[in-house]
């Protein structure tokens, strides 16, 4: 079984900064990209940034330059770093693996729980 674990939510006031992270654990032989989605009260699920195994980062256009997505890829790790936080930024906020191979071939979509961030005054 292949667990993702988010955790650095929390309350923020407009401007602040937040750093979430994700850690994946299980029986993991390697991991594709890796990404952040957030979904706000009554809307969809969106796309906040995503991460390759080589680096290689896409974000939406509403964070770029005020976020930015890191991984470590020994601790199976990736990292949001939120700067210039505002209130529309309130959501709860996913890690997502879309390739966790399980075996050399093998692999599964794993998403974590979610972790809730507000940015309010």
């Known amino acids: 079984q292949v667990r993702l674990v988010e955790s650095g939510g929390g309350l923020v006031q407009p401007g602040g900064s937040l750093r979430l992270s994700c850690a994946a654990s299980?029986?993991?032989?390697?991991?594709?990209?890796l990404g952040w989605y957030r979904q706000a009260p009554g809307k969809e699920r969106e796309l906040v940034a995503t991460?390759?195994?080589?680096?290689?980062?896409n974000y939406a256009d509403s964070v770029k330059s005020r976020f930015t997505i890191s991984r470590d890829n020994a601790k199976n790790t990736v990292y949001l770093q939120m700067i210039g936080l505002k209130p529309e930024d309130t959501a709860t906020y996913y890690c997502?693996?879309?390739?966790?191979?399980?075996?050399?071939?093998?692999?599964?979509?794993?998403w974590g729980q979610g972790t809730l961030v507000t940015v309010s005054s």
């Open positions: 997502n693996a879309d390739r966790v191979y399980i075996t050399r071939y093998s692999y599964l979509e794993v």
């Open positions: 299980g029986s993991i032989f390697s991991i594709n990209a």
């Open positions: 991460i390759t195994s080589s680096g290689s980062t």
